[in-house]
């Protein structure tokens, strides 16, 4: 007896996530009429450190890719702003574009140079090339040399700048989140999942594994580079030690770690872990980062897949819609006059 | 040896139902049977690359399930893996240097090895990784017999090799036996492992589907048990 | 002539990175793990024996009569303990766990030592040097140093080639699971090739420690100046990672000396360059990739 089936990616329960995000969205977006400027500058922070750590997540949960120099394109993004703001004269806010863009240009070289290299040592690469990076462009002295610069925002209204940056800010986190979930329902996507569970089975199917590696690198490397036009937005001083400081990476592994490697809701969990220890933790200093290293280490060897891994093993929640799912519908007779003689 | 009422996964799915078969002291065993059937499982668990707790697997009285792999060669068991596994940076010489490791008493030593296996003698300071198929099973015979084995078990040392270099290996086999090696052969080569056999087990799908002397097995129950028609 | 006298100490400065390089390579040739933590651990031998020296007085030298065995203890321990248990995962876990490792270190090198420079001094070892010509004087201290690096990495080569536990040990890197089967205890390998490779971390702290001051920042450095020399030098090969540090220390004086900012920049430059011409590295061992 033939039965009816339908292949699709949605549940109900993911369509009504789907109508809460967005409405959540809308809310959060309207942030500047509800919160007071210490509350927006936190949640600010939250979102584009909620970007750097699913950029994280896309490199190293789905591509397999463990990269330690994403810092690099948080201070190209820092300079990038600063050099179009300060030395060039445009508008700050636009420096932010100016940023990702600087940061996708020299995502391919440098994907050029590390991809020469492969696992751990592919991560060591990564941490040279942003020292390079910082090394040289710390040694400019009209982007402010060894001791920093600082941007400009003279003839800006202060407040007027905190939403916008907030807005900004909040648009890069929900962006990456929809950046991510698109990305793995593509065709890129595919394939990435494809390498991730068996490189070479996905190169003999047709994958091209070091075409699709480079195209996520660069994606996250270009959002990083946003981030980090947003960054120092809000911050304004950049400090070539602290703007390229590996401790970026620290927080984004952490994260990830944390929330759940290799799912769309884990960074965000993570980020919001790590959020409320900073909270409470951060008078502490290196004895902070400490209890972060500790923790990380016992959630890789305990757990995995994270904070989220564990609630999904418990209870299966599709909040995000990447697999397709087989379902059957009713049974139904086949059509009139079909002409399918024997069924049955 | 003996094992009992054996149920063992690999990954995700059962590979053995219920086993059980047992070897005398001094007796040459084969198992035969399709891909798959879970011979290579068996031969695995024994000598401990699969893990066993429990009573199920017994060596001269007491259970070994507990004990790690390299532990079971200093009991005597020594499993010549399938695929031949010589270490490809070692040179012929080091890769049975290697195989004595375990340092048990007995009389196999590394001029007995060449003296069975003269081609080995040749190749002695040539890197494994340049051997070819039928060297590479000489060598990992000779690596396993270095260990001085009570019980030694091969796991399709035929697999690739053309006739005459299997008839040559096999050849080797009633030497073996006769230092009072205990030995276990799987293979696919069905001629080959019942002309040296005692006894054999068949197997299918997971189960023992046929065992005796290979002089009382009629073609046709050979047949039965191993595709199961 | 002060091009010679510099090219000499960057070849003196190349057994320093080679001893830097040796436990990294070694641990990523036997288990295929990338010890991210390697920088860090050689600077806590440093600052062990800091401690060594200010609790007895002695000659930083004889504290690596304590700080050896510590090391290879400490590397055995976390083997065993921690990081045998990240093998079985795939390539993310040992990498995150010994990054993890690093951050703890650093963050306790830093409550405890403060941020402060620190120094090991050696006494007058540290400035007696051989003139050669008027042009040319090498130090005892960086002499020392090399030939020191010599014998240890020719000491481990002959280890690994001739006794009974290094065959076990390039068995067991060729195919841990062949290995148990010949009675080798895969596990414990694993846990004396760290310790192995921390012991000579530890020689390369202390030796570090009196030739420059150090502070618990240090460590990222030390790691990339390691890897650099295994990269440049190719992988697989204890005499390839000499010759890796040799030009790296190289590049790294001439660099100095055209501009004192360069040092470090003029290294990673050459690196990238080795990358880009000859990414196996420029005495690569067969079958084994970056």
């Known amino acids: 007896m033939r039965e009816d089936v339908v292949i699709e990616r949605s549940t109900r329960m993911s369509r009504l996530t789907g109508l809460a995000a967005i409405v959540g969205v809308l809310v959060l977006a309207a942030g500047p009429m509800l919160w007071n400027d210490g509350v927006l500058r936190m949640m600010l922070e939250f979102f584009y450190l909620l970007a750097l750590a699913q950029m994280w997540n896309l490199l190293a949960g789905y591509a397999g890719l463990v990269s330690i120099g994403q810092q690099a394109y948080i201070g190209i993004g820092a300079y990038a702003l600063f050099a179009f703001t ?135 490397s270009t959002v990083c580079g946003l981030a980090g036009g947003v960054i120092y937005l809000a911050l304004l001083r950049l400090q070539p030690a602290a703007t390229f400081s590996v401790n970026w990476t620290v927080f984004m592994i952490f994260a990830v770690v944390i929330g759940g490697l290799g799912t769309i809701t884990g960074p965000i969990v993570g980020t919001l872990v790590y959020f409320a220890l900073q909270q409470y933790l951060a008078d502490l200093g290196s004895v902070y980062l400490i209890i972060l290293g500790a923790v990380a280490i016992v959630v890789m060897l305990k757990a995995p897949n994270g904070l989220w891994g564990l609630v999904i093993d418990r209870w299966s929640v599709p909040f995000f819609p990447i697999q397709l799912r087989v379902r059957r519908t009713a049974r139904r007779p086949p059509p009139e006059g079909s002409g399918l003689v024997g069924e049955g | 040896m003996e094992v009992d009422a054996l149920d063992q996964h690999y990954r995700d799915f059962q590979a053995l139902f219920g086993v059980s078969l047992h070897v005398a002291e001094g007796e040459i065993v084969a198992i035969i049977g399709a891909n798959g059937a879970g011979k290579s499982t068996l031969l695995k668990t024994v000598a401990g690359v699969l893990r066993s707790p429990g009573p199920s697997v017994r060596f001269e009285g007491s259970t070994i399930g507990e004990l790690r792999a390299y532990r079971r060669v200093d009991l005597g068991i020594v499993l010549t893996p399938e695929g031949r596994r010589v270490f490809p940076s070692l040179t012929v010489r080091e890769n049975l240097e290697v195989g004595g490791y375990c340092r048990r008493p007995g009389s196999w030593s590394i001029e007995r090895i060449f003296s069975v296996f003269p081609l080995l003698q040749r190749l002695a300071d040539r890197s494994a990784a340049a051997l070819s198929g039928g060297e590479q099973q000489a060598l990992a015979i000779g690596r396993s017999l270095m260990a001085n084995p009570r019980l030694l078990m091969m796991d399709e040392i035929s697999l690739g090799l053309a006739p005459a270099v299997v008839k040559q290996l096999y ?16 293979e696919q080569d069905v001629t080959q492992a019942l002309r040296v056999a005692d006894r054999a087990y068949c197997f299918l799908e997971g189960r023992v589907s046929l065992q005796g002397e290979p002089s009382q097995l009629t073609r046709d129950d050979i047949r039965a048990a191993y595709f199961g028609i | 002539m002060a091009w010679l006298n510099t090219i000499v100490q960057g070849v003196l400065l190349g057994g320093l990175y080679a001893l830097f390089a040796t436990g990294l390579s070694l641990v990523f040739g036997v288990m295929r793990v990338v010890n991210l933590a390697h920088g860090v651990l050689t600077l806590l031998a440093a600052y062990l024996a800091l401690v060594i020296v200010d609790l007895t007085d002695v000659n930083p030298f004889l504290a690596l009569l ?37 951050v703890i270190i650093e963050n306790t090198l830093l409550e405890v030592f403060s941020a402060d420079s620190q120094g090991l001094n050696a006494g007058r070892i540290e400035t007696v040097s051989i003139t050669i010509t008027d042009r040319l004087a090498i130090g005892w201290f960086p002499l020392g140093l090399f030939v020191a690096a010599v014998v240890v990495l020719g000491g481990l080569q002959l280890f690994v080639d001739r006794t009974r536990f290094g065959r076990a040990l390039r068995a067991t890197s060729d195919d841990r699971e062949a290995a148990q089967l010949m009675a080798i205890n895969d596990r414990h390998i694993y846990a004396v090739a760290m310790g192995i490779a921390l012991a000579v971390a530890g020689i390369a702290g202390v030796f570090t420690g009196v030739r420059t001051t150090f502070g618990p920042l240090d460590g990222a450095i030390l790691l990339i100046f390691a890897f650099e020399a295994v990269i440049i030098g190719g992988l697989g090969s204890l005499w ?37 011409i000859r990414p196996t590295g420029l005495f690569p061992r067969e079958g084994v990739a970056a």
């Open chain 1, 86 to 220: 300060n030395v060039l004269g445009g508008n700050v806010f636009l420096g932010v574009l100016v940023a990702g863009v600087a940061a996708f240009v020299l995502a391919f070289p440098t994907a050029a140079l590390v991809f020469r290299l492969r696992g751990g040592y592919f991560a060591i690469g990564t941490w040279v090339v942003a020292e390079v990076y910082r090394l040289v462009l710390s040694s400019q002295a009209k982007l402010g040399g060894g001791s920093g610069a600082t941007v400009t925002v003279i003839g800006i209204d202060p407040t007027f700048r905190l939403f916008v940056t907030y807005w900004i800010s909040l648009a890069i986190g929900v962006g990456s989140i929809v950046l991510v979930f698109y990305v793995l329902r593509s065709r890129l996507g595919l394939g990435l999942r494809a390498v991730r569970d068996r490189e070479g089975a996905a190169a003999t199917s047709g994958v091209n594994v070091r075409r699709t590696k480079v195209q996520v690198y660069v994606i996250a």
């Open chain 2, 171 to 186: 050849g080797a086999i009633p030497g073996i036996r006769d230092e009072g090696t205990t030995l276990v052969i799987v």
């Open chain 3, 66 to 102: 304590v700080v050896i065995p510590v090391m290879f203890g400490l590397g055995y321990v976390a083997q065993r303990l921690l990081i045998n248990l990240t093998l079985a995962g795939g390539v993310l876990p040992p990498l995150l766990v010994t990054f993890g490792i690093a």
């Open chain 3, 240 to 276: 390839g990672t000499l010759i890796g540090g040799i030009i790296l220390g190289v590049a790294q004086s001439i660099g100095a000396q055209l501009s004192p900012g360069w040092f470090q920049l003029a290294g990673h430059l050459v690196f990238l360059a080795v990358l880009v």
